[in-house]
């Protein structure tokens, strides 16, 4: 995050804004995770308060936050009808990670 604010430093107008990366990947984990997630991390949770050893031997939060997902996986927030179909969401999911 450092470098990329200093590379736009001198830009009039540019500021960057974000999250402490450990929170980001944890918020993503509580996106995507399921209930196999929930309960290694409470588990987690218990056992290690601080929240430092989030992998553990059975449980691997990449698999939930860096795997590549495909269209007909069912999503936590597949229920959600927010006015766009899931078919244009996809399409613009694509066309972000430069698979169009």
């Known amino acids: 995050m450092k ?3 200093k590379g736009v430093s001198e830009i009039n107008g540019v500021k960057v804004f974000h999250d402490v990366p450990k929170y980001a990947y944890m ?3 509580l996106s995507v995770g399921d209930r196999r997630a929930a309960k290694a991390i409470e ?3 218990f056992e290690n308060p601080s929240g430092d050893k989030l992998k553990s031997q059975d449980f691997d939060p990449a698999f939930y936050i860096f795997r590549a997902k495909n269209f007909s996986e069912i ?3 597949d229920f959600i ?3 766009v179909s899931k078919e244009k969401l996809w399409k613009e999911y694509q066309s972000a990670v430069g698979y169009e």
Request: net charge positive; glycine share 14%.
């Open 3 to 5: 470098f990329i604010k």
């Open 27 to 29: 918020q993503g984990l």
């Open 43 to 45: 588990k987690i949770a």
């Open 75 to 77: 999503l936590p927030w």
């Open 81 to 83: 009808d927010a006015g």
